[in-house]
Nanobody, 126 residues
Framework: VQLQASGGGLVQAGGSLRLSCAAS????????MGWFRQAPGKEREFVAAISWSGGNTNYADIVKGRFTISRDNAKNTVYLQMNSLKPEDTAVYYC????????????????????WGQGTLVTVSS
């Protein structure tokens, strides 16, 4: 599957952005999807993931209550709504697809995902 992330940009602290991840290729609706991010000089970290059906989600503690992941399987698109943004949210955000279809448990380890998109830069100014 090919993934195209978009929606990044420059926003002030406290603001909001919505990222999109458009999928093409194999039946993306059968796979859990995840968002990860990588800040300069830091390792890639898990942000959020959603099951193939959209019924289960998983969030990193640092974004719980501020970020919401959702998906529209009819449009083969996954979203990440980011509210109350903080300067420490500044990073390149990547979307990725689960290696295996139809999993009930939503993974959060980077190794469980493949088909990484090119990333979209989010910059939060203070």
């Amino acid at each position: 599957v090919q993934l195209q992330a978009s929606g990044g940009g420059l926003v002030q602290a406290g603001g909001s952005l919505r990222l999109s991840c458009a999928a093409s290729g194999r039946t993306s609706s059968a796979y859990a999807m995840g968002w990860f991010r990588q800040a300069p000089g830091k390792e890639r970290e898990f942000v959020a993931a959603i099951s193939w059906s959209g019924g289960n989600t998983n969030y990193a503690d640092i974004v719980k209550g501020r970020f919401t992941i959702s998906r529209d399987n009819a449009k083969n698109t996954v979203y990440l709504q980011m509210n109350s943004l903080k300067p420490e949210d500044t990073a390149v955000y990547y979307c990725a697809a689960d290696r295996y279809p139809w999993r009930v448990v939503v993974p959060k380890e980077a190794g469980a995902f493949e088909s990484w998109g090119q990333g979209t830069l989010v910059t939060v100014s203070s």
